[in-house]
């Protein structure tokens, strides 16, 4: 056989089999950014509902924190891409899992007392894929932690609200 007709054959092969490796490749460094932002948005939710059941109800950087950023960060996440507070739901539960009308009353049947649980949620977290070729967004299903309330930032001995302190 002609040896300049059998490279031309090698270039062939080659571009049959490295498209499929190439793809594949890209596939799975996508299923692990794709991970990577699942187990991250489990551990926003589970941080936040930490972080809103310890500190203060009036304190307005649990969200920022949550994603983790600095206390006076307000943009997006530095972790997870295209995440902000804007993406985060946090609710103040009663002892029937309804949600709390009016936490911030401190004073009120219906509000600071009656909270029992804080539940923090991201639905409707979008994915985008960069594989070349293979364009596409993912709606991720929603993750949400509710975990029992503790301090509030009340103190218990005293029963007095402190001024906010960053938690």
């Given at each position: 056989?002609?040896?300049?007709?059998?490279?031309?054959?090698?270039?062939?092969?080659?571009?049959?089999?490295?498209?499929?490796?190439?793809?594949?490749?890209?596939?799975?460094?996508?299923?692990?950014?794709?991970f990577f932002?699942?187990?991250?948005?489990?551990?926003?939710?589970?941080?936040?509902?930490?972080?809103?059941?310890?500190?203060?109800?009036?304190?307005?950087?649990?969200?920022?924190?949550?994603?983790?950023?600095?206390?006076?960060?307000?943009?997006?996440?530095s972790l997870?891409?295209?995440?902000?507070?804007?993406?985060?739901?946090?609710?103040?539960?009663?002892?029937?899992?309804?949600?709390?009308?009016?936490?911030?009353?401190?004073?009120?049947?219906?509000?600071?007392?009656?909270?029992?649980?804080?539940?923090?949620?991201?639905?409707?977290?979008?994915?985008d894929l960069?594989?070349?070729?293979?364009?596409?967004?993912?709606?991720?299903?929603?993750?949400?932690?509710?975990?029992?309330?503790?301090?509030?930032?009340?103190?218990?001995?005293?029963?007095?609200?402190?001024?906010?302190?960053?938690?």
């Amino acid at each position: 056989m002609n040896r300049q007709r059998m490279r031309g054959v090698y270039v062939v092969e080659f571009a049959i089999i490295g498209l499929l490796l190439f793809t594949l490749l890209f596939g799975v460094v996508e299923m692990g950014r794709l991970f990577f932002t699942v187990n991250g948005l489990d551990e926003v939710v589970r941080r936040g509902a930490r972080l809103a059941a310890v500190c203060d109800i009036r304190d307005t950087r649990i969200l920022r924190r949550a994603i983790f950023n600095d206390i006076g960060n307000g943009g997006a996440s530095s972790l997870i891409a295209n995440l902000g507070t804007a993406n985060l739901t946090l609710v103040y539960l009663d002892e029937n899992g309804a949600t709390v009308a009016n936490p911030a009353d401190l004073t009120g049947v219906s509000g600071f007392s009656a909270i029992r649980y804080v539940q923090l949620r991201v639905d409707n977290f979008t994915f985008d894929l960069l594989i070349p070729g293979f364009r596409g967004v993912f709606t991720l299903p929603a993750f949400r932690s509710t975990i029992p309330r503790e301090s509030l930032g009340r103190h218990a001995e005293t029963g007095v609200v402190p001024e906010i302190t960053p938690c």
